[in-house]
């Protein structure tokens, strides 16, 4: 049986989690006693099959029972469970080896109230097992009995969910707001309503969900970590999941122009997949702003019309998806002003995603200090959350008395006067500051590792500065020509100069 270790509640979960803190709703209706529940969600990553050795009771591997063991572990290690938590295989590898055979990992993900720190008492799990699957496919759209170079054309991966590689990705977004939640909740109503028998002609949707903003603020990597994460919780009603990434850009090369054809094959190829109605399947159409821009060239008279009648051709197929049960449809779009009033219509779903505040943006640069501590490359110090130094915030960087609590906050602060400069870079930008820092600022004088933290956090503030004035650069440089061209070329990217 599961013997009692050692606490687990605050020593191994974070102390802060979500970002989505800020507007906890449920604060204030702590004090009622009578342990009001709340659903809790807990994500169980079972291990591969053939790690099971069958030494312990083969016969009780039933999914049940495990979902009824992580319960019972967490109600006996825990006082109370922290949001976005994971936990790793190590943690039961002596204690339990009925887990110990068969989850690798337990990852409390939220509760239905928004609260970060439910006290266990008033924890109702709900638990989802999954194994990953590291299944990519490419579906090309090409004639098959044409042997013609260039008709062979990769018009879309297919992923199977859950999936090993996009597994994570999720925790690691990184938003000012609780745009995870509300996007996930928004999806499970509708999926709810289908499940219902909802008649979608009264109450409308069409299965199209549309998140746009700046380039790198996690638009692409939120679809596929939310269609990831749909797919494990959504377990009872379908067996399985499908990504399907289609790859804009390819729609409107020569081939696809030249045949609407192609795009009906294509979709031939995703009717499929979504004939399976065990299967969630999940488009996503990356980049939706170059259908839009095709239109437009179209409508200006500066482009035939082919390409019109590839958009035409993927916007009846969309309209006819509608109607399936086991489809969904998220589309992104890094140019905000200019996107298809056709796809803005079709959208039920419109979310904006803006670059990171600063209280994001410090999670997002102590994430990656956490993970080059864990890695050896920089020299351990303990950053705090956000929330904690905010809590805090009599005691200050600048006070004269640092108390000893202060001072193990100095790193924290230091960071944090990091982050507060870096407004305005995306997440994609803060996430390679790190690197950069290293090879431009380190690596030429010393290899010794670990790296003193403060002397790398001088190379992350110099590599900053080099940031920013690229962007600037970049900014004058746009403003000159014409404005919004090439969505990545903000050149933010391309600081690296030789
Ligand atoms: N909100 C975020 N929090 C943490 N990391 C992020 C976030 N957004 C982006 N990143 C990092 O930047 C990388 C690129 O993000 P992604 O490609 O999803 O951005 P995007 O919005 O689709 O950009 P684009 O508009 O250029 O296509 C991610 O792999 C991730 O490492
Ligand atoms: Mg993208």
Known sequence: MLQPSPALGSRTMP???????????????????????????????LRPPHHHHSSYHSSDWQSHSVSQRV??????????????????????ADCDPFLAERVESIRVAEAASGRLRVPIEECEFRVYEYETVNTVEELS????????????????????????????????LIYGDDTKQRLLRYVQSTL????????????????????????????????????????????????????VEINSHSLFSKWFSE???LVQRLFAL????????????????????????????????????????VVNAVLTQLDRLKSRENVLIMTTSNISGSID??????????????????????WILRSCLDELMRAGVVAHEILYSWQTLDAGVGGGVDGQQLQQSDRDKRASWRLRALAE??????????????????????????????????????????????????????????????????????????????
């Open 270 to 309: 995703i009717d499929e997949l979504v004939e399976d109605e065990k299967a969630f399947v999940v488009i996503l159409i990356d980049e939706v702003e170059s259908l839009t821009t095709a239109r437009q060239a179209a409508a200006s008279g500066t482009e035939p019309s082919d390409a019109v009648r």
């Open 15 to 45: 102390e802060d989690a979500a970002m989505s803190s800020a507007n906890d709703p449920s604060s204030s209706s702590s004090s009622s006693s009578s342990a009001r529940k709340d659903i809790v969600h807990v994500e169980v990553r």
């Open 341 to 362: 009033h056709a796809f803005i219509d079709r959208a039920d779903i419109k979310q904006y995603i803006g670059l990171p505040p600063p209280a994001a943006i410090y």
């Open 192 to 243: 709810l309503f289908s499940a219902m028998k909802v008649d979608f002609n009264v109450i409308n949707w069409n299965r199209v969900v549309l998140l746009h903003g700046p380039p790198g603020t996690g638009k692409t990597s939120l679809c596929r970590a939310l269609a990831h994460k749909l797919s494990i919780r959504m377990r009872h009603q379908f067996s399985h999941g499908k990504l």
């Open 259 to 261: 045949s609407g054809k």
């Open 141 to 172: 759209a090409g004639d098959p009995e044409g042997q013609d170079e260039g008709q062979d054309l990769m018009a879309a991966t297919v992923s199977e969910l859950p999936s090993n590689s996009i597994d994570g990705t999720w925790e690691t």
């Open 71 to 92: 319960e019972l572990f967490l109600r006996r290690n825990c006082v109370s469970v922290d949001c976005d938590a994971r936990f790793e295989g190590k943690l039961w």
């Open 421 to 498: 400069s870096c407004q305005g870079l995306s997440a994609r930008t803060l996430r390679k500051l790190p690197m950069l820092a290293y090879a431009r600022y380190i690596s030429a004088s010393t290899s010794a590792l670990p790296v003193g933290f403060d002397a790398f956090m001088d190379a992350l503030q110099m590599s900053l500065a080099d940031s920013l004035r690229e962007a600037q650069h970049a900014a004058e440089g746009h403003a000159g020509t014409t404005a919004g061209s090439g969505p990545n070329g903000a050149g933010i990217n391309g600081m690296m100069r030789s």
